[in-house]
């Protein structure tokens, strides 16, 4: 039973974007290691931007910082 587990910052993902994830990824277990798609399990988890850290500051400071 394949557990995929994928973490993002919560800002703008929709829901088709994360069901294509969802579909690609399982896709691909499939493909390429044979997994059987309905044993697959991936879950997605949003992450606030105040919550994940990078270059010692948060996410959200770091955007501010450097935008674009």
Partial sequence: MPFV?????????????KAQV???????LQRVLGKRPDLTHIVIEEVDTDNWGYKGITTTEYRQRNPG
């Fill in 5 to 17: 587990s994928v973490r993002i910052t919560r800002d703008g993902v929709t829901r088709e974007q």
């Fill in 22 to 28: 969802i579909a690609e990824i399982t896709d691909t």
